[in-house]
Each structure stands twice: as C-alpha cells, then as structure tokens.
C-alpha cells in the first residue's frame, strides 16, 4: 500500500504551532503518527514537529529524548547540512538550552547558523535560523553577558520583525524579550516603550485574558509612570451632545471594567513569561516596520497646558530615542551600531537608520463625560492610533489600536465617581517616537 498524502497536516500542525495553538498541535501530530500508511519522510517531520509542540508545553523530558532522536535520524537520512536536519538541530538546541546545557546548546545554534540556509525564504526552516539567532542571544544573557545579549537580541528583534511583521507572535514575543533586557540594563524609557508595543499587540492577537498578555501587562505597569495629576492638554466637554469629527471608519467602541487604582497584581506563576523561549517558540515566554516608532509614546509623552501645576511640561518623551532603525522599533536607548557585536558566525550587520521625519500629531482631542462612558474626538489621521486609558492617576492601560481615518473612540464601563485620563497617540511608521495627547475628565 502506498504512502498516503499528509503535507496539508503537516502544514495545519506547522500553523498551529506558530499561532500557538500547543494543545491542538499536539494532538494533531499524536493523529498523523498514529497514521498507518505514513512514510519514512513524513514520520520524522511529524516526530520534529511533536518535539517542537512538547517543548513548548513544558514537557522538557519528553522533548529532549524525541528531539535527540530525531535530530540523529535525520543526520543519517539527509546528511549534515539538509534543510531537514538543520532545522531538527534547532530543535534540539532550544531543548538542550532548556536543560541547561549551555555549551552544547551554543554549538548546535551556531551550526544552525552557519548552515547557510537562506534565512529570507518562507520555509518553516527560515523561521528555525532566524529563530536560532533570538535564542543565541538569550543563551548570551543567560550567561550573564548581558550587554553583548542586548546588541544581539536586538539585531535579531529587527530581522525577525521586518519577515514576519509586526502581529507575529514570535515578533511579539522577541519584543517582550528584549523590553526585559532593556528593563534589566537600567534602560526603563527604552522598556517601557517596548513592553508597551507588545502589550497592544498581544491585546490584538491573543485578547486581554491570555495568560502572555497579563504577563506583559503587570511588567508594562513595573515601568509605567504615575499620570499627571490635573487638567492636560483639552478641557473635558460635558455638554450633551459629543463633538463628532467626521471619520471614514465606524466608531469602535470597548467595554472597561473598572479597575483599582493601583499597578495590577503580579500575574499567578503559570501566567508569567516564562524563562527565555528558544527556537521554534510560541508562548510560555515572551510590532516590520509598520507598527511603528513606539505605541509606548503614547504612554510616554503627555501634553500638560500651560498652567498645569506640574513642575515640569512632559510634551517630549524623557531622552533615549529608538533602539532600531525601523519603525516598530523601539529596543535600546540610542541607535542600533551599523555592526551589531555578536559571536563571529553569528554577526548581524544593520544599517543605521534616515533622520526621521515630522511625527505625526493627535489634534482637536476632545471627551465627552458621560460618567459610566467616555466619548474622546480627534481629527482622523492617516496611521494607525493607539488608545490607553488611567484611572485616578494609577499606570495608563493601552485599552485598543484603531485603524487609520478612525476620530472617534468610546470607552464603557467606566467608574462615574473616578476620575480619568484618556491618552490618544498615533503609530506612525515613518518616525522613531511618536508623541501622543492626553485628555482627563477632572475631579468627579
């Protein structure tokens, strides 16, 4: 009997893996082994991709035995350098990493590396090298040499980012990863924006209840500065109809349950990242140039008038500019050296980026209090704009991305005895830091 065709399957359990579907990869893989008829080539993918999926559920025995033995079979199947090989290398780097076993991790990411697979194809393999570099840097970090870890995560943060996009959650991920770093070097401007470009796009991709998202919400808060204390930018509108500024989208409108007005409470241990993700990794760890500049200026940049008590305006962000030269772009303080350092068969070179061009301005922002609901107006703009919300003074919260040409936002839900800051701030591809407006309701 011939070998029956399973390549749709094998694609299906590919894409789940990517979109982090564990479980349902897992079962997936369990079936198609099960398959009588399944040939010799097929059984060794189905057996890599199984490893791939037990790792990542956190089945590290399991993993390291399947992958081990896989890694050998292809060897003696393929040879060496077949794309198949290489990328059953990759995964067994990112299990013996997992391990602990630094060493001989390091070995088998450089080899993968330096393979001289094409890492620009659409292949599942591409995405292992490309993949292989991001843990490479980890496994720098985890051996303490944080700084090297940083020029090499960040590089590998920019390539992966400009492939597969701003909404991949490997991209998501990496950025999560390196907001970390930054956070750890003392670097907390640089954090912040990152934590807070991942945390929109995890909103995005995965909704606020999945466990990465919350996890990347209570780091966001750890570097999140308190808002400003009185009126900002535009004067609340309490007249009863709201100021409308035509759009050539439909209102989007977002329910918010009141929240304290403290940072939230650390997520519970299974809901935090958890240690670095290696390889071929979705979730259990931690937006290519679209997306861009930083959702966290949005956060960052509050516009306070004239006469607001503070001490100090903030209409600027607090130094640092991009980490990277694209948009999304928001790693280390300063810009990203044309030669990134790294070990010599794994160096990146990236190009410094352009002087950048005007930011894009929120303007007209006005909000309507209508005590369980917040209407806030703007002029449409031709990006993409980011909506966060704080209550009584605690940490801003991105609450959702709208698309371009959206002037209207409504926010439900909200406590009418609390008083609240709606901040409004575009993603802006074209520049580094964007800077965002800010609106309050005033005392209630």
Known sequence: MGAVDVTDRLDEIGRRIVGWDFPGARDAAQRLLDEPGLSDDDRLTARRLLAEVLRELGELDAAYDLADAVAAQAERRYGPAHRSTVHAVAVLAAVRHDHDEWDEAERLYHRVLDSGIDEDGAEPVCRAVRLARVN???????????????????????????????DDLDTIRIAAELAALQHAEGDVVAARRLFTLAHAAARARLGTRHPFTKAVEWELAAVEPPMPSAPVSSPPVRDSAPTVVDSAV??????????????????????????????????????????????????????????????????????????????????AAGTLPAAVASPPSSSVAVASPPSSPAAVVV????????????????????????????????PAVVVTTVPPGTARYVIRGVDPGVPYCVVVGPVDEAVALTPATSVCTGDR
Do not use: F, K
């Open 136 to 166: 490479l840097a980890l496994l720098q970090r985890d051996r303490g040499e944080t700084a090297l870890a940083l020029s090499m995560l960040n590089a590998a943060y920019v390539l992966h980012r400009r492939e597969y996009g701003a």
């Open 250 to 331: 439909d209102p989007v409108v977002d329910q918010i349950s009141p929240e304290p007005s403290v940072p939230p409470e650390p997520p519970p241990p299974d809901s935090r990242p958890p240690r670095p993700v290696r390889s071929v990794w979705p979730l259990l760890s931690v937006v290519v140039v679209v997306l861009g500049a930083a959702v966290l200026a949005v956060l960052l940049v509050w516009h306070r008038p004239a006469r607001a008590p503070s001490p100090q305006a903030a209409n600027s962000p607090a130094a640092g500019g991009t980490a990277v030269s694209s948009p999304a772009a928001t790693g």
């Open 363 to 394: 303007r007209d922002l006005r909000l309507r209090d209508g005590r369980t609901e917040l209407t806030v107006t703007w002029t449409a703009l031709p990006v993409t704009v980011v909506v966060a919300l704080s209550r009584a003074e605690a």
